[in-house]
């Protein structure tokens, strides 16, 4: 069965929603992420993670010269930004932005206590730190992934690099109904 075309796999007891319409069935429900909050949180971690990117830049340039500088310049931006991303996502699931916005990143199917594993974390996030090594593309990468993001959604709401890393973000903190209403 694949989860991500919207079969339960077997053993999962967690049920997605889009926004309130919450109704108590017995099972965990989680809230997936509206784009409006992961847009906003996105354009905040996008300014924090050039902030540590260009860190990693300094690093470089201090260390080094001439030709060195040209090749270790981006690595520096590269490693600046996926030290934003990696460490926040997956020991925490979040972000300073998706905190902000009330959002986390969880694995797919689990109750939303489990953060991604460090592979799913790089799968996730390892073009949003490199992007960043594009000085003047960068804005127009992230153009380009805020209208993916927004468009090709899928099923649980997710963008490609949440289907690739099998994780889907959701509100938080999640509003777990677990007993079914008496009617």
């Known amino acids: 069965m694949d989860p991500l075309r919207g079969v339960r796999p077997e053993g999962a007891l967690v049920e997605y929603v889009m ?3 919450t109704e108590a069935t017995g099972n965990p429900v989680l809230v997936l992420a509206p784009n409006g909050r992961r847009i906003a949180a996105r354009l905040v971690d996008t300014v924090i993670a050039f902030v540590v990117a260009c860190l990693g830049f300094v690093a470089v340039v201090t260390w080094s ?11 520096g931006f590269a490693a600046g930004g996926l030290l934003y991303f990696l460490p926040l996502v997956h020991w925490w699931g979040t972000t300073v932005g998706k905190q902000l916005f009330g959002l986390r990143v969880v694995r797919l ?10 592979k799913d974390a790089f799968i996730r996030e390892f073009d949003r730190g490199v ?26 709401h997710q963008s490609k690099y949440d289907r690739a890393a099998r994780t889907v973000v959701v509100r938080w903190p999640a509003r777990l109904i677990t007993e079914p209403v008496d009617r």
């Open 19 to 21: 926004g309130s319409e």
């Open 65 to 75: 010269d001439g030709v060195a500088l040209l090749v270790l310049a981006p690595v």
């Open 109 to 118: 199917w689990s109750d939303g206590t489990l953060p991604p594993s460090w």
């Open 131 to 156: 992007f960043l090594v594009l000085p003047v593309l960068n804005l127009l990468v992230a153009a380009i992934l805020l209208v993916q993001m927004s468009k090709d959604r899928g099923i649980y």
